[in-house]
């Protein structure tokens, strides 16, 4: 079973940028349908972002649209999250995630993806 591991959480101020890193292991992230899910305190878990296997489609939550940019690099079997103009709202913990079926039209939804990392915290400062 493919396994997910989140890096590059922390404390930024508002205003400023992070990059997430997902490192995939025992799968090849080709084979999956990757996303970026969000949890922010007293909230539930939120889509972020997503891009399907071949890279063919790019989406984002209107909230994050315009400031976050997710990537990936088939060869290092991992996936990335950039985020610019980070805002206070932006704090949560981030999760990545992979799907094994297609995920068009429910890319947003939790239940498309059954493979889930642990998160990263990602704290902005006002």
């Known amino acids: 079973q493919m396994q997910l591991v989140e890096s590059g959480g922390g404390l930024v101020q508002a205003g400023g940028s992070l990059s997430l890193s997902c490192a995939a292991s025992g799968g090849t992230i080709t084979n999956y349908e990757m996303a970026w899910f969000r949890r922010a305190p007293g909230k539930e878990r939120e889509f972020v972002a997503a891009?399907?296997?071949?890279?063919?489609?790019?989406y984002y939550a209107d909230s994050v649209n315009n400031r976050f940019t997710i990537s990936k690099n088939n060869a290092r079997n991992t996936l990335y999250l950039r985020m610019d103009s980070l805002e206070s709202e932006d704090t949560a913990v981030y999760y990545c995630a992979a799907s094994s079926n297609s995920i068009s039209g429910i890319h947003s939804l939790t239940i498309a993806y059954s493979i889930w990392g642990q998160g990263t915290q990602v704290t902005v400062s006002s």
């Open positions: 891009i399907t296997w071949n890279s063919g489609g790019l």
